[in-house]
Every structure is written in structure tokens, then in C-alpha cells.
């Protein structure tokens, strides 16, 4: 069973950067999609980005121009780089494929002043 590590959360200011960072056990080239998804605080999970086997993206439009996702084979490795935080980017971020499978424990992320 495919499972996820998620890394690279943490404390940022208003207008700041982070790059989340998945590990996945097993090889991704053969997962065709990864998506990234964030939990706030006292909400469901929701889908934030998506990234095909051929390096198609797609995002939620609040995130759009602000975050990037992507991927490395090699590396077994999803990417979420993100910019311009606000407050409303604070939560709990998860990986997994599509369809998902078992859920990793997240990396926190906090935009606070």
C-alpha cells in the first residue's frame, strides 16, 4: 500500500513561502495523478492541486498564481510551493494520489502575524 510522508510545514508570516515536500514509498511514475489537499481548522479536507504523470496542473482558484505543484520520479517526491500566504492558506496539508488512499499525518501550516 502506497503511503505518504508530508514535511516542510510551519510558523510564516503574511505574504510568506513554503515548500511542502511528500515522500512516497514505492515508485510515483507509476501513480499517473497526486494531489495535494488541506484541512483548516474546524472544515473538511479539501483539494488544493493536482499533477499529472505528463506534468499537467491544475488548482483550486483561490490558490491559483500562488502555489505550484510538481513532481520528481526520481526522487519519489511530490512538491507544493507556495506564495503570498494569507491566513486563509493556514491548515493542515495532506498528499495522496486519485483516487486517494490511506492518509498520511499532514504538515501544518500557519500564516500568522
Known amino acids: 500500500q502506497v503511503q505518504f510522508v508530508e514535511s516542510g510545514g510551519g510558523l510564516v508570516q503574511p505574504g510568506g513561502s513554503l515548500r511542502l515536500s ?3 514509498s514505492g515508485s510515483i511514475f507509476n501513480i499517473p495523478i497526486l494531489d495535494w489537499y488541506r484541512q483548516a481548522p474546524g472544515k473538511q479536507r479539501g483539494w488544493v492541486a493536482r499533477i499529472h504523470n505528463d506534468n499537467r496542473t491544475y488548482y483550486l482558484d483561490s490558490v491559483k498564481g500562488r502555489f505550484t505543484i510538481s513532481r520528481d520520479n ?5 512538491y507544493l510551493q507556495m506564495s503570498s500566504l494569507t491566513p486563509r492558506d493556514t491548515a493542515i496539508y495532506y498528499c495522496n494520489k486519485f483516487p486517494p ?4 499525518q499532514g504538515t501544518q501550516v500557519t500564516v500568522s502575524s
Open 101 to 104: 488512499g490511506s492518509w498520511g
Open 22 to 24: 511528500c515522500a512516497v
Open 74 to 78: 526520481a526522487k519519489n517526491t511530490v
